[in-house]
């Protein structure tokens, strides 16, 4: 899918836009960023309830091109001026990470893992 | 002498900068065309190293030599030490205060992480002295 459709899905708030036409094919979703740099299986999307600039680095580090911040996190500038120094796409759902998670794999993203 | 030497000073007091000598290298290496594939797992290794030089020991030094065959990445630290590296070295062993566990550390993954993305890696420490991890990538293996 793309990063726009992940927009409407998610009822997403822009908060730093990159390429919205970019296509997507697998995600992850944690809070812990080690959890997230062990699996380097070409995933694009990062879902996370952490609001810190380290999750851009550790989307940096993985080529990842989209940050997802659930539940309704309060907006942290640094963070953001972070993602726009690097291109990437910063959205905000009001939906919790379970519902957010769920709602993207229904409509066809995958883990990426061996297991999806 | 390495085609290119790198020395980055890592401050132990500011979390928010921390991964900023990782990100530099990534960018130089991009720069240079290196392989795609191995300039995301020095990234990797070296941010998890670096990560780890800012909430375990308080700082340190990263010094990166990159050749066409092989980039180098030294981390030292003077920072506590590790007493039981095998036991460091295991997924999911972390001594890492609540506090780190909030900002998204503490897993107990990153070592692990950094063995996994480097052809090379040695872990040398002494308690109450600090912390020297060696890491080795080659370009075209692993993966
Ligand atoms: N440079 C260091 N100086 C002192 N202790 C260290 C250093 N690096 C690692 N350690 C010790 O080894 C343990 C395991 O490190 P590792 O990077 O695998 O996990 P972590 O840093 O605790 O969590 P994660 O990396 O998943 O965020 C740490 O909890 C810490 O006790
Ligand atoms: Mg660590």
Known sequence: ?116 | MSMLHLTYQVPGDDFTRAGEASSDVKHKLKKLGYDPDAIRRVAIAMYEGEINMVIHAGGGEAIVDIDPDRVEIRLEDQGPGIADVEQAMQAGWSTAPDNVRTLGFGAGMGLPNMKKYTDEMTVDSQVGVGTTVFMKVFPGKKE
């Open chain 1, 1 to 116: 899918m793309k990063v726009k459709e992940i927009v409407e899905i998610l009822k997403a708030e822009i908060l730093c836009e990159g390429n919205l036409e970019e296509e997507v094919k697998t995600a992850c979703g944690s809070d812990m960023m080690s959890d997230v740099l062990a699996f380097v299986k070409d995933q694009s999307v990062l879902l996370t309830g952490l609001m810190n600039p380290q999750v851009v680095r550790t989307a940096e580090m993985m080529d990842m091109h989209c940050i997802i911040f659930v539940r309704g996190k309060k907006t942290d500038n640094s963070v953001v001026d972070l993602a726009r120094q690097k291109d990437i796409t910063v959205l905000a759902t009001p939906y919790r990470m379970f519902t957010a998670c769920g709602l993207l794999f229904s409509n066809g993203l995958r883990g990426g893992c061996d297991i999806s």
